[in-house]
């Protein structure tokens, strides 16, 4: 059933275990991955590059239209079976199913802390994206985010707009979250409460009470405060866009899905797409689209593909000698959301959390029960949206969240610390138990850029988030840093032996009895990259010289060619991945708005009036 090698390959706790076969036969009864092809067509109606969080969507829907042909291009492969177990996503960063897309040296990153002062950022290489490698955590975002999306161009991109999509994405099986209205149920994406309560969630669920904090639904009227979480899980299981939505279309005669295909360029002739060129078994080939090239390669990717094909800044074409097919301000806009991590000592009667996850007994619960450690978010066990101005905040607009997480492994497989760090920070701690609290900036002022390195297609972009460029992003994770302090000494949490670290971060020693001052020394020297990167392919009115896409996502005087991924994002978002998934269902229906089947299966062009055979 399963490639037995394969599973125990990846870097997991499992590797040798012998109940690795057990726990895969457990899962047995939800497929995970697609059927794929490797016979590919000349033509089809619609090309998608890439199987990912977004065009695994469009994939599915325009599958409904019985008279349309689609092809799906992905570069990766078909996720392993193992990934479908929540608690052990960090384990998966360094391996094949990754990008680990590397960022330039930050300049602003100080101390020497971080190896080259480079970060890697997380994007899923595998059909379904980083669906299959993310942290599954189900957040959309604040109302006023797609609103403000809205007010600066984005027509049709409201949260009154998008709030259905967001609805008709999900299968939320708990009654708590969906009897406020603003939930799904029936969609391809479950959505559920993991099923394990560690001592720490339920000391942190009483300091919240205690420190007059309220909680809340995240995904509801009213974002601010602290987040029973929710995650894209079904029935102990990873709930990825995979699963939900190619899956259950994969037996269709008009889809096909293919791994390992890693696209070129879009081929552009007369300002029109026409297709695209990609390599696959060890040659290159093309495809052609007699209706769209859908591109959904995400946020490094996709604006990578767009210059390599002549679309983007002129200047930054002209010097690699790609002629310019439309001047556009491809790569710009980049956003992505970092924060910093605050450790605490945790009771040593209290397991470590990769001792919990390799315990027989836990191992069986999640075979018999798919409960417990296993279910985990790699150990996050809440979530807090707060803001910088205090609790209750005066607007109701969160500007950092706070992620609580056992362990030391979001450590090993996130960080990238010089090893005087690691040594300096957590050697005394490799065999305790501690936890951490995350401060991450929801809304950073600073801006990005995504650009070519080379002609060469296999060739990474230079990335360049440009971390700290805005002295006010620092300020906002501070404050959630301060947060973190306060939680990590309050009464309930010191019941279960919290307290900070008496490890100092090098270089910031004079500081220490300073949290303000230590806070913003260490920030520069240890930071993450949370890999919510977007926006480098922003979308808004089509007379906005900053925009790429207007809010139809066509690429501006390119006919035929759309962006559907992240990187059309114009604001980043108080949330995670899941508004990716709503630009997918959003842009299926733009897309369909242009698709008529006749009872005999031909299609009716409505753009112009045509009518030709499907031929599959």
């Not at 010289?545 to 059309?568: F, N």
């Amino acid at each position: 059933m399963y490639n037995l090698a394969a599973e125990h390959s990846y870097p997991t706790p499992f590797v040798g275990n012998p109940l690795l076969p057990l726990i895969l036969l457990s899962m047995a009864g939800q497929k995970h991955a697609p059927k794929t092809t490797t016979n590919i067509k000349d033509e089809y109606d619609y090309v998608i590059v890439g199987a990912g969080t977004a065009g695994s969507v469009v994939a599915s829907r325009l599958s409904e239209e019985e008279c349309a042909t689609i092809l799906v291009l992905e570069a990766g492969i078909s996720p392993p079976k193992i990934t479908d177990i929540p608690a052990i996503y960090t384990y998966f960063a360094p391996t094949e199913l990754n990008w680990q897309f590397k960022t330039t040296p930050q300049k602003h990153a100080s101390g020497g802390g971080i190896v080259e002062r480079s970060i890697t950022l997380n994007a899923g290489k595998a059909i379904g994206g980083s669906s299959i490698i993310n942290g599954l955590q189900n957040i959309r975002g604040h109302k006023k985010d797609f609103n403000k999306w809205s007010e600066q161009g984005a027509t049709g991109w409201s949260y009154e707009e998008v709030l259905p999509y967001f609805k008709k994405l999900e299968n939320n099986v708990d009654p708590e979250f969906v009897k406020n209205g603003y939930h799904g149920v029936g969609g391809p994406v479950t959505i559920s409460t993991p099923p394990y309560d560690p001592e720490l969630k339920l000391a942190i669920n009483k300091a919240t009470r205690e420190l007059g904090y309220n909680f809340t639904d995240a995904n509801g009227p009213i974002q601010t405060g602290f987040y029973p979480l929710q995650a894209t899980m079904k029935k102990g299981q990873r709930s990825s866009v995979a699963k939900g939505y190619l899956v259950p279309n994969d037996h269709k005669e008009n889809l096909d899905i293919v791994a390992k295909a890693y696209v070129r360029k879009i081929i552009i002739e007369n300002n029109k797409a026409q297709g695209v060129e990609f390599d696959f078994e060890g040659r290159t080939r093309q495809v052609r689209a007699t209706r769209e090239v859908i591109l959904s390669a995400g946020t490094i990717n996709s604006p990578k593909i767009l210059m390599l094909s002549g679309i983007g800044p002129k200047e930054e074409l002209e010097k690699f000698g790609i002629p310019v097919k439309a001047d556009l301000p491809v790569g710009k806009n980049m956003q992505e959301q970092w924060g910093v991590l605050s450790n605490f000592e945790l009771s040593p009667k209290i397991q470590e959390f990769s001792d919990k996850l390799v315990n027989s007994k836990n191992i069986w619960q999640y075979i018999t029960s798919k409960t417990g450690p296993l279910t985990s978010l790699s150990g996050v066990t809440n979530m807090g949206f707060l803001s910088k101005f205090g609790y209750p905040p005066p607007v109701e607009y969160p500007d950092y969240e706070l992620y609580f997480l056992e362990g030391i492994q979001y450590v090993v497989n996130q960080y990238h610390l010089h090893d005087k760090y690691h040594q300096a920070i957590y050697k005394p701690y490799e065999h305790k138990s501690f936890y951490m609290c995350l401060s991450q900036i929801l809304h950073p002022k600073g801006r990005g850029t995504v650009t070519l390195n080379s002609t060469d297609p296999y060739d990474p972009p230079i990335i360049d988030p440009d971390y700290f460029s805005h002295p006010d992003d620092i300020d906002t994770v501070v404050a959630g840093m301060k947060t973190c302090k306060e939680f990590g000494t309050s009464e309930p949490l010191k019941k279960i032996g919290s307290k900070p670290f008496s490890t100092v971060v090098p270089g910031c020693e004079k500081f220490v009895e300073d949290d303000d001052a230590y806070f913003r020394c260490i920030a520069p020297k240890v930071f993450i990259s949370c890999s919510h990167h977007l926006g480098t392919n922003k979308m808004g009115a089509e007379k906005d010289p900053t925009t790429v896409v207007d809010p139809k996502l066509r690429v501006k005087g390119i006919e035929h060619l759309r962006v559907v991924d992240a990187s059309i994002i114009p604001l980043i978002t108080s949330g995670n991945f899941v508004p990716t998934i709503m630009i997918g269902e959003k842009a299926s229906d733009m897309i369909k708005e242009n698709i008529q089947c006749d009872k005999n299966r031909w299609m009716i062009s409505r753009e112009t009036n045509s009518i030709y055979e499907v031929v599959n």
